[in-house]
């Protein structure tokens, strides 16, 4: 809340994924591809298979409109995003690592001269020199992702750094080497899959050769993705190891989608690039693409949420708020003391509306990713702002609130207008059945399952029947600090307890 | 008070190396980025006309000059991109506070810029590659890509300018928190741009005179005939810079202006600079005027590049006296990362030997001497 917020409509969040995710698509073939380059040329001339020297001449004008354009400016476009959108955590993490970024931007410049020079002079320089070219490429493109592997791992995993801030516990943290080796892996796939590409245009003599070639690079890299891939998240902090044990629809498609696209990348690569290289034609080929981004996409996807709700976990939330920042708010509140609130009214909805934007935009809409009024349908202002304080237990994605109690007020009227009809508010003695869950679910379902994994309620309402839940209701908030007052009506109270006591003690549960 | 609340508090990580040293890299490397922006801007407009105007055989020394352009201009935006993040990184360490702040308000246009620089990028590769086919189309393109890297050099002033306006910011926040503004309330906006415009043309023009003279012995007469338009070209676009730069001085508020007039530090730089650039006009109108136009046109050349570096400082004396007395970088703290700094001077020191060595290999070999890989029906790139 020390900056202004960007609001552009759609969680800044997402608009990071969207520019990170085709970003580092193209820049991890940036690195594999310049080593499927050189290796290429170096085993083409050895062969004196001018054919296919001429094929890696021309990749290489692919490889160079592709990622020096779209490659680099999409870097330079994370950079702007991430300030627009995190300017707290870029702030940190310019001031934390600025020597690392100057490091990985040298290696960026020689990459892009060598880059340059090797596209441009296949006719001017003799076959040593031209390789010798094509190498500094290679090693300046992976020395730019050693450096800037250390700074994207840190922020899940900052190890000693949340101690001593010191350059190097936050550089060489417990993620780094297997992020480096599951990258690199990934680079090498993708030089495959790009090489796939340029390709298509070759007789198809050479094509099926090249076919060959991309093939057993995209094989060698996707058999070492699931290995490295295991050893990341053996180092995953503990609580980004419980969500991909978690029934949370984000994490489960995601790990689904990586391990499905993955398999089916390697099952093409199999079929189409080595059984039968013939059959690699052009509408395989944007298959094939496709499929390998979507791994690319889920490896990036899962990454990013194991980490809510932090953006540098211990250090600073997921919503640019610091930690350490968030007692303060507590006790003063937000407003007159964030520069950044317009409302004049500090009870008011609109200044509600103007604490969502500040806490919760930079993950959350209204209406459409993450929207929040899907998530607090049928929630009232009442409930809305006992929430809040305990809002960090609801599935463990969430930063603490930071605020006092009249901006818990204004937040809570604010998330209780979203949905000013409340479908529960039709409820009668007739429905009470099928609502119960309903209610279940809007009341206790942020925090609680009856038999699910996340704090399973069943053990403590087994044996149980309607009347013993009900009369416990008034009490919720005295058993635990953590527990906010029932605040529902008198029916929604009967058809919760109902529902409960008949779901802990039915057989299959929930 | 009021003014200081809303400039946000810089990080609680001190500064990672001591300012002078961050402000060193930074003057360095915007230095070189501005360079390769002005052959970015002037080779583009330059290669499109000079393509269109070679269409007529009468013209073929333009037929020429855009050819040789052409094959420079996607390295020059490389260039540009690249040294433009090294002074984006620097400047985000010492300002980012600041500079933050300016590209939310102006968020969606800072964003476009991005997509503006794709744009413009591969039209200048389109002209690289179609302009001997297609020399009409691809011209068209490269004005385009030039279009667009006006526009964001345009952005690019809005938001330097923003970036020292704190009393303006919370006015545009709240009246479009959408991130559609631009810093069109700042007085200096214009003549800025224009001023930073005009200087790439004419930086540019004096590029293109060294150029002649590397041309001199092969063909003497194109040599000269770049020397004397491009000399006569860089004076006439300095005396522009001079009516600009005026407007520009006069445009600051009055406690940045006064550096200039009456401190004897920014008023001696100020001075040189002015000094620099008639020295600079004056050798490249004799360059375009005497039989060996070379050692004038190093000199111009030279003085040019001084002249370039004085107003980098200036630039640098403006921003620092505009945030006076609201926000001064001195009084940062700082923690040094030694071990890390000095590693990163190895790398830099290896990275400039790595280039040195990569041009020293093309430079020593002659065009015709790789093993041409091309045969039985293959293509060309």
Not at chain 1, 215 to 221: A, S, V
Not at chain 1, 283 to 291: G, K, L
Not at chain 2, 265 to 281: E, P, R
Request: charged share 15%; glycine share 8%; net charge positive.
């Amino acid at each position: 809340m020390n900056y202004p917020v960007w609001q552009l409509g759609i969680p800044g969040g997402l608009l990071i994924a969207l520019v990170a995710v085709t970003h580092v698509f193209v820049s991890h073939f940036a690195v594999g591809g310049g080593a499927f380059l050189v290796l290429t040329e170096r085993r083409a001339r050895a062969a004196g298979d001018v054919e296919m020297l001429g094929w890696i001449r021309r990749h290489s004008k692919f490889f160079a409109l592709l990622t020096l354009v779209f490659g680099a400016v999409s870097g330079v476009g994370i950079w702007f995003t991430i300030g627009l959108v995190s300017p707290e955590a870029t702030a940190s993490l310019i001031h934390s690592f600025l020597w690392a970024w100057a490091i990985e931007w040298v290696f960026f410049f020689v990459e892009i001269a060598a880059a340059i020079i090797y596209y441009s002079t296949w006719d001017r320089l003799d076959a040593k020199a031209h390789m010798m070219i094509g190498w500094i490429y290679f090693w300046s493109a992976f020395m730019s992702l050693v450096v800037i592997n250390g700074i994207i791992t840190y922020m899940l995993t900052p190890g000693r750094w949340l101690q001593t801030h010191e350059f190097w516990d936050g550089f060489f943290n417990p993620t780094y080497l297997p992020s480096l080796f599951i990258r690199t892996a990934m680079c090498i796939v993708l030089a495959g899959v790009f090489g796939l590409i340029t390709a298509m245009r070759e007789p198809a003599e050479l094509r099926a050769r090249v076919v060959r070639l991309a093939g057993k690079w995209m094989l060698t890299g996707s058999v070492m993705l699931p290995l490295f891939g295991w050893w990341y998240f053996a180092k995953f902090p503990d609580f980004a190891k419980a969500y991909t044990g978690s029934a949370m629809t984000g994490i489960k498609h995601t790990i689904r989608g990586g391990i499905g696209f993955t398999a089916l990348v390697l099952l093409m690569t199999l079929i189409f690039a080595l059984w039968k290289p013939r059959w690699m034609r052009t509408p395989v080929v944007a298959v094939v693409v496709v499929f390998a981004f979507c791994m690319m996409a889920s490896g990036e996807y899962l990454r990013e949420f194991v980490r809510k709700p932090w953006v540098i976990n211990g250090y600073i939330y997921a919503n640019d708020v610091r930690v350490d920042s968030i007692e303060g708010y507590k006790a003063k509140g937000v407003f007159g003391n964030a520069s950044w609130v317009t409302a004049t009214d500090p009870q008011s909805v609109e200044y509600g509306h103007e604490l969502f934007v500040l806490q919760c935009s930079k993950c959350h809409s209204v209406d459409g990713y993450r929207s929040m009024r899907l998530r607090v349908r049928n929630w009232d202002a009442t409930f809305a702002t006992n929430m809040l304080p305990h809002i960090e237990l609801t599935r463990g994605t969430m930063p603490r609130f930071a605020g006092n109690e009249q901006d818990r007020a204004a937040l809570g009227a604010y998330l209780g207008s979203l949905n000013p009809h409340p479908e529960i508010v039709r409820l009668n003695e007739a429905s009470i059945d099928n609502v119960g869950k309903q209610v279940f679910e809007t009341r206790c379902g942020s925090c609680h399952t009856i038999d699910g994994k996340v704090r399973p309620l069943k053990a403590a309402f087994a044996g149980s029947d309607a009347a013993q839940v009900e009369a416990l209701l008034p009490a919720l908030s005295s058993m635990s600090d953590n527990m906010p007052p029932f605040t529902g009506s008198e029916l929604e109270a009967k058809a919760l307890a109902h529902y409960a006591a008949m779901a802990a003690n039915s057989q299959a549960g929930r | 008070m009021m003014i200081l609340f809303q400039i946000p508090q810089v990080d609680p990580m001190p500064l990672p190396g001591p300012v002078w040293l961050l402000k060193t890299l930074l003057i360095t490397v915007f230095t070189l980025h501005l360079l390769a922006m002005n052959c970015t801007l002037g080779a583009g407009l330059t290669a499109a006309f000079s393509a269109l105007r070679g269409r007529s055989a009468g013209h073929p020394f333009s037929k020429r000059l855009a050819g040789e352009l052409a094959a420079m201009m996607p390295a020059f935006v490389a260039f540009t991109i690249s040294l433009g993040v090294a002074a984006l990184l620097f400047v985000q360490v010492l300002y980012g506070n600041l500079l933050y702040t300016s590209s939310i308000l102006l968020g969606a246009v800072w964003l476009s810029a991005l997509a503006l620089v794709v744009v413009g990028y591969y039209g200048y590769y389109y002209f690289s590659m179609r302009h001997a086919v297609n020399t009409r189309t691809a011209s068209v393109v490269a004005l385009v890509a030039f279009g667009c890297f006006l526009t964001i050099a345009f952005i690019l002033v809005n938001n330097m300018t923003l970036m020292l306006a704190p009393e303006r910011w919370f006015g545009m926040y709240k009246a479009h928190p959408n991130g559609w503004n631009l810093n069109l309330a700042e007085h200096s906006l214009v003549p800025r741009y224009l001023h930073v415009i005009f200087g790439a043309f004419t930086v540019f023009s004096a590029i293109l005179v060294h150029l002649g003279t590397h041309k001199l012995k092969k063909d003497r007469e194109y040599g000269l005939w770049i020397i004397r338009r491009a000399g006569m070209a860089f004076a006439m676009l300095t005396g522009v810079q001079f009516v600009v730069g005026t407007w520009f001085l006069l445009a600051l508020p009055r406690k940045v202006a006064v550096i200039f007039l009456m401190d004897p530090v920014g008023g001696a730089i100020f001075g040189f600079s002015l000094v620099f650039a008639l020295a600079a006009m004056v050798l490249m109108l004799v360059a375009g005027a005497v039989e060996n136009p070379a050692p004038a046109a190093h000199s111009g050349l030279l003085a040019t590049l001084i002249t370039l570096v004085l107003m980098v400082v200036m630039r640098d004396m403006v921003r620092t006296a505009y945030l006076q007395p609201h926000f001064n970088v001195s009084q940062l703290a700082v923690k040094s990362q030694v071990s890390v700094i000095l590693l990163f001077l190895v790398v830099f020191a290896g990275g400039l030997a790595t280039l040195g060595y990569m041009v020293g290999l093309v430079m020593r070999a002659k065009p015709g001497t790789g093993e041409r890989p091309l045969a039985s029906g293959a293509g060309s790139v």
